[in-house]
């Protein structure tokens, strides 16, 4: 007899969400000894269009006799307009639609690239041991700051890129300190918690 993997479902707003925090997931799983799929429920350009996907999946969800995602991805960027509204605005979502089964909430703030940036020794052993990080602005808010720095650093590594700008995010995840990294950017140590009950409940239900 097959047993398939925990099926993870993803609500996210662009494909730096997607492939950052698939990584993440991945990574967390099989230190776990977890088997999981992914399945991308949405991926569209905007925080606001993610959402209004996530409502049309929850009513779907609803009217289905089996329901096959074991476990809930959310992700918006924080844009700068604080992290517990963004929390706040998705568990909203989630208990008007009555979903009971297992949800994890990421708010990158401001862009995901901010994670991306988090672990400069993650970045020189993931692009190339040449590139000098610029030191993280504690302010937050410097909205295209956090590209605008990711894009240099791949000019700077002089590395190829097939298909995107972000196809490099698994190898980035793969070399980080996740508990450095969670320790310099407290959205990403939140998340990885939350994570981390969420595949060790899965385990004991096993």
């Not at 793969?174 to 998340?191: D, I, T």
């Amino acid at each position: 007899m097959v047993t398939r993997g925990k099926v993870f479902t993803y609500f996210v707003e662009d494909e730096a969400q997607e492939v950052f925090i698939k990584a993440l997931i991945q990574r967390l799983a099989t230190d776990a000894g977890i088997s999981i799929q992914h399945n991308p429920g949405s991926v569209v350009t905007g925080g606001s269009r993610s959402l209004v996907a996530l409502k049309t999946f929850l009513r779907e969800e609803q009217h289905r006799r089996v329901l096959a995602t074991d476990v809930l991805v959310l992700s918006v960027d924080g844009n700068c307009q604080g992290y517990q509204r963004k929390i706040a605005d998705m568990n909203d979502i989630i208990q008007r639609a009555q979903y009971l089964k297992p949800f994890v909430c990421a708010v990158p703030d401001p862009h995901i690239e901010r994670w991306y940036l988090c672990d400069h020794k993650a970045l020189r052993q993931a692009l190339s041991s040449s590139i000098t990080p610029k030191p993280t602005p504690k302010n937050k808010c410097g909205r295209d700051w956090y590209k605008t720095e990711y894009h240099r650093l791949l000019k700077e590594a002089k590395i190829p890129i097939i298909l995107n700008d972000y196809e490099h995010a698994e190898a980035i995840v793969e070399k980080m300190n996740l508990y450095e990294a969670g320790r310099n950017e407290p959205s990403l140590g939140q998340f990885l918690n939350d994570l981390r009950s969420a595949l060790k409940n899965l385990a004991q239900n096993r």
